[in-house]
């Protein structure tokens, strides 16, 4: 072996060494950035914690003058809107995708694909603006009293729906999540279905089954992990949306009623509004415990997904 092989070969191997060590660090960088930042939020959070316990979670007062805290109307307000979202987000975005990769025109496909994306780019205090300003008088003049009438006489149902019309409120709120989240879950979708072997959907057709019979036993069964991702994206990003939900919801710390009518609140939308203007420490703690719960429900909401796509590989 030259002495010119020889360098270079030790040079590679001293490379690999560096390469590998960067990498390395690079994974165990996130694990600690992640650890910092739990821990960070439970030793900020701390006098809240020692104050209020876990009745915390369950107390819906939030009176920040007599320093009483509840995270209850902020949490029923964050699940209750992303429920609404994923409802109404999840069957658009299905028909979007099916539209795109089944039924569409060659012509059209590209553009209207190229459209729902760009959807995605829009800023979402973009979203809450028009939200405020636009979609909350139309739906308070024209959606909400109907809906009111139309479920006037439909026991348990009609308690979701009663009340004042304001605009805003709980389900304007999912609403404007709803057409945020639809671009996300749409793209996934999209992109998933497209995955499906031609070969299948092609012999499929050639015995006689339906497009809809296409897509239920032969595309969703050999896509569904990645549908299911799709959702659990949209989710994450309904969880975590702050300046939309801001302007539509409410900003109010009141559960005295189910309507989702009624003005409410959520996590981000709390922090969002007071984390500047908090005058004493456990006002402070009381909000970056707030950030916490949002942390574990994300946290929660990605590992179950993780579990059940995990059984659903299976």
Same mark, same amino acid.
């Given at each position: 072996?030259?002495?010119?092989?020889?360098?270079?070969? $030790? =040079?590679?191997?001293?490379?690999?060494?560096?390469?590998?060590?960067?990498? $390395?660090?690079?994974?165990?960088? &996130?694990?600690?950035?992640?650890?910092?930042?739990?821990?960070?939020?439970?030793i900020a959070s701390m006098p809240s914690i020692k104050e209020f316990g876990l009745k915390f979670l369950w107390t819906k007062e939030w009176n920040a003058p007599m320093d009483q805290f509840g995270a209850l109307v902020p949490i029923y307000g964050t699940l209750v809107t992303s429920i609404i979202a994923l409802l109404i987000a999840v069957p658009v975005s299905f028909g979007i995708a099916l539209f795109l990769t089944e039924l569409a025109p060659n012509w059209i496909k590209k553009p209207l694909g190229i459209a729902i994306e760009l959807l995605a780019a829009i800023? *979402?205090?973009?979203?809450?603006?028009?939200?405020?300003?636009?979609?909350?008088?139309?739906?308070?003049?024209?959606?909400?009293?109907?809906?009111?009438?139309?479920?006037?006489?439909? %026991?348990?149902? #009609? +308690?979701?729906? !009663?009340? %004042?019309?304001?605009?805003?409120?709980?389900?304007?709120?999912?609403?404007?999540?709803?057409?945020?989240?639809?671009?996300?879950?749409?793209?996934?979708?999209?992109? &998933? =279905? !497209?995955?499906? %072997?031609?070969?299948? +959907?092609?012999?499929?057709?050639?015995?006689?089954?339906?497009?809809?019979?296409?897509?239920?036993?032969?595309?969703?069964?050999?896509?569904?992990?990645?549908? /299911?991702?799709?959702?659990?994206?949209?989710?994450?990003?309904?969880?975590?949306?702050?300046?939309?939900?801001? /302007?539509?919801?409410?900003?109010?710390?009141?559960?005295?009623?189910?309507?989702?009518?009624?003005?409410?609140?959520?996590?981000? *939308?709390?922090?969002?509004?007071? =984390?500047?203007?908090?005058? *004493?420490?456990?006002?402070?703690?009381?909000?970056?415990?707030?950030?916490?719960?949002? =942390?574990?429900?994300?946290?929660?909401?990605?590992?179950?997904? +993780?579990?059940?796509? #995990?059984?659903?590989?299976?």
């Amino acid at each position: 072996m030259s002495r010119q092989t020889h360098y270079a070969s $030790k =040079f590679s191997a001293h490379f690999d060494r560096l390469f590998g060590l960067l990498v $390395k660090g690079s994974a165990y960088f &996130v694990l600690l950035l992640l650890g910092g930042i739990i821990v960070s939020l439970i030793i900020a959070s701390m006098p809240s914690i020692k104050e209020f316990g876990l009745k915390f979670l369950w107390t819906k007062e939030w009176n920040a003058p007599m320093d009483q805290f509840g995270a209850l109307v902020p949490i029923y307000g964050t699940l209750v809107t992303s429920i609404i979202a994923l409802l109404i987000a999840v069957p658009v975005s299905f028909g979007i995708a099916l539209f795109l990769t089944e039924l569409a025109p060659n012509w059209i496909k590209k553009p209207l694909g190229i459209a729902i994306e760009l959807l995605a780019a829009i800023p *979402s205090i973009v979203y809450g603006m028009w939200g405020l300003f636009v979609f909350a008088p139309f739906f308070a003049d024209h959606l909400q009293e109907p809906l009111t009438r139309l479920t006037a006489n439909i %026991p348990l149902i #009609n +308690k979701l729906f !009663e009340g %004042p019309a304001f605009g805003i409120g709980l389900l304007s709120a999912g609403i404007i999540l709803a057409i945020m989240i639809i671009p996300y879950i749409a793209s996934v979708m999209r992109d &998933v =279905f !497209e995955r499906t %072997p031609q070969m299948m +959907k092609e012999s499929a057709y050639g015995l006689g089954a339906t497009t809809w019979e296409v897509v239920w036993h032969i595309i969703l069964p050999h896509t569904r992990k990645g549908v /299911f991702g799709g959702i659990m994206l949209g989710l994450g990003r309904a969880l975590g949306e702050t300046m939309a939900v801001t /302007f539509v919801i409410g900003n109010t710390y009141q559960l005295d009623s189910l309507s989702l009518f009624m003005p409410g609140n959520s996590i981000t *939308s709390a922090l969002a509004n007071e =984390f500047a203007e908090a005058s *004493s420490e456990l006002h402070t703690a009381a909000l970056i415990e707030l950030g916490l719960l949002l =942390f574990i429900i994300t946290f929660i909401v990605l590992t179950l997904s +993780k579990l059940i796509m #995990n059984r659903k590989a299976y």
